[in-house]
């Protein structure tokens, strides 16, 4: 046929009547007809969804809660994480709104208080309705194979606290004594070496001691930390909290559209699967590096039964369950591989920086406050008569007035006071106010340990060790937060920093550097620490 003898109605008449044409056209209007109904499903759940963050700003003032303004969207969490100081701001907005007040997390109502009634109701008497922590900003399911002692909740959060226990005893820490003894007099040792009468930035050694501790202490592996300065291990722990710094794309959408913060992380892990076909995810993930190394461990303890020592990871190793065949959140004494090795990495993450950094808050202390030193000098050269085979994990705490100024310190300065909140597993009221389901209860911490009422007569903002003398409400007390799931390595927290700042007093004066600033600039991420570090003079004794 001769197209160009026909006109365009002709054209279009002959078309219509081919089926081949049908069919294209029939197929156009299909993918037509699902572009548009993708677009007004889209727009309607985009609708619905709006709706619900407008209902949900609603949450405090259905409850007869004050709370700051917040923005569409964002609620108060640009205000907060751009000021990067989380416990100040939330002590702030203490004195303007009451002790029992809200923010929100994107659209994520978050209850804050540091009324110690309320206190007691969350953390002890209603701690079954409180089984869990508040989320982070990406979070695995709770079903989910990999899961730690800190994101597990309800029977499977008792199971692991029940198998993790003993090696929080007084009995399994003095078998660990000698061993934080000899990584602390490696700390003198290095501090030695770099010079008498020198300005240091004493928070980079604190952190290779802490690191050494832990990886010996609980690894039962030496990897020369403290000696060697370009050490991989230590790199690699450091990168996993400078990026904690600042939020990922993935993290922000966790914060955002907090409902899918569990399917994100999904997507994430199987986009990094991906990814790993064409790059190392061990360059890429410093976490990744990790956790390929702590399998290691495990695999070779596994392998060599007659290497049996006395330490935390082979006391989850002799828990583990070979055929990981059981409910997770049974109560009985295993643990499945995977749970193993995300409990491993917990310890070594939770213990390294929170430690390092009361040990830093400790030396600002003693450097600022030389009438400190020289009571703490005196106590324990009265103690241990310079004989240095004398301290351990015992004779330590057996110095009042060390403990004293240890939990002051902490008290001044408490350090991981994000991650005391609690979230709620079932609903419950606690003095008239209605707390559903996965509604977080953070903590003030701040305001607490400030406040005149609990730590008085004498002025709460001053430092002054000897107020612990005094027994006191111990919810007024949150370092280490309260109740059934406050923190598992508290003793050990407190021997290592009591360990180490013997040795060091007992080796060094404290001085102020140079420029010493007048007031501690600080940051907080997961935990609230110096920034910069901080930097002293230290003069052999």
């Known amino acids: 046929m001769n197209f160009e003898n026909l006109g365009f109605s002709n054209l279009l008449e002959f078309l219509n009547e081919q089926s081949w044409f049908i069919e294209l056209k029939n197929t156009e209007l299909d993918f037509l007809f699902s572009i548009k109904t993708a677009s007004i499903s889209i727009a309607s759940l985009s609708v619905a969804y709006l709706a619900k963050i407008w209902h ?6 259905k409850r007869g809660l004050k709370s700051p303004e917040h923005e569409f969207f964002y609620g108060n969490f640009r205000h907060i994480h751009q000021n990067k100081n989380y416990s100040e701001v939330l002590r702030d907005w203490t004195k303007q709104y009451g002790k029992p007040y809200g ?3 994107g659209h994520l109502p978050v209850i804050v208080t540091s009324d110690l009634d309320i206190i007691q109701e969350v953390f002890i008497k209603q701690s079954t309705n409180f089984s869990a922590r508040k989320k982070s900003y990406l979070i695995r399911k709770e079903n989910d194979a990999y899961i730690d002692l800190f994101e597990s909740t309800k029977n499977r959060w008792k199971r692991m606290r029940m198998i993790m226990n003993p090696t929080f005893s007084s009995a399994k820490l003095r078998e660990l004594g000698p061993i934080l003894v000899n990584c602390a007099d490696r700390l003198i040792d290095v501090l030695n070496k770099d010079g008498n009468d020198a300005e240091i930035n004493v928070s980079e050694y604190f952190k290779r001691f802490t690191m050494d501790s832990i990886w010996n202490c609980a690894f039962g ?13 230590f790199k690699k722990c450091e990168d996993i909290f400078l990026r904690t710094l600042d939020l990922s794309l993935a993290e922000y959408l966790g914060v955002f559209f907090h409902e899918f913060k ?5 997507y994430l892990i199987i986009i990094m699967t991906i990814l790993a076909k064409f790059v190392d995810p061990k360059k890429l993930i410093p976490f990744i590096w990790l956790n390929e190394k702590v399998q290691e461990i495990v695999e070779i303890r596994e392998k060599d039964p007659t290497v049996k020592r006395k330490d935390y990871i082979q006391l989850l190793i002799d828990s583990k369950l070979e055929n990981n065949n059981f409910d997770i959140f049974e109560t009985k004494k295993f643990l499945s591989s995977l749970e193993i090795k995300a409990n491993l990495i917990l310890f070594m993450l939770a213990g390294y920086e929170t430690t390092s950094t009361a040990l830093s808050y400790s ?8 009438d400190e030193q020289i009571r703490l000098h005196d106590e324990i ?5 310079n004989d240095l085979s004398l301290i351990n994990s015992d004779s330590v705490q057996e110095l009042e007035y060390l403990d004293w100024f240890v939990k002051e310190v902490l008290r001044f300065y408490p350090i991981g006071n994000s991650v005391v909140a609690r979230r709620c597993t079932k609903k419950t009221t606690i003095k008239g106010i209605d707390i559903p389901v996965d509604t977080p209860i953070a903590v003030d911490v701040l305001s607490i340990h400030f406040d005149a009422d609990l730590w008085g007569p004498h002025d709460p903002n001053e430092f002054y060790p000897p107020r612990h003398q005094i027994k006191r409400n111990p919810l007024a007390f949150m370092a280490f937060g309260n109740g059934p ?4 390595g508290m003793k050990f927290a407190l021997i290592e920093l009591k360990i180490a700042l013997v040795k060091l007093i007992m080796n060094f004066e404290i001085l102020p550097s140079k420029n010493y600033p007048e007031i501690l600039e600080l940051e907080e991420g997961v935990v609230r620490y110096i920034k910069n570090g901080e930097k002293v003079l230290i003069r052999k004794r």
């Not at 592996?221 to 291990?233: A, C, F, H, S, T």
């Not at 569990?262 to 999904?266: D, F, G, K, S, T």
């Not at 050269?381 to 008569?385: G, M």
């Open 56 to 61: 949900s700003y609603r949450f405090f003032m």
């Open 103 to 105: 923010y929100f997390e």
């Open 221 to 233: 592996v030496d990897i020369n930390m403290q000696y060697e300065k370009e050490n991989l291990y």
């Open 262 to 266: 569990e399917l994100v992380l999904e």
């Open 363 to 370: 030396t600002h202390v003693l450097a600022t406050h030389p």
């Open 381 to 385: 050269c009265s103690a241990f008569a």
């Open 485 to 488: 799931r406050n923190c598992i």
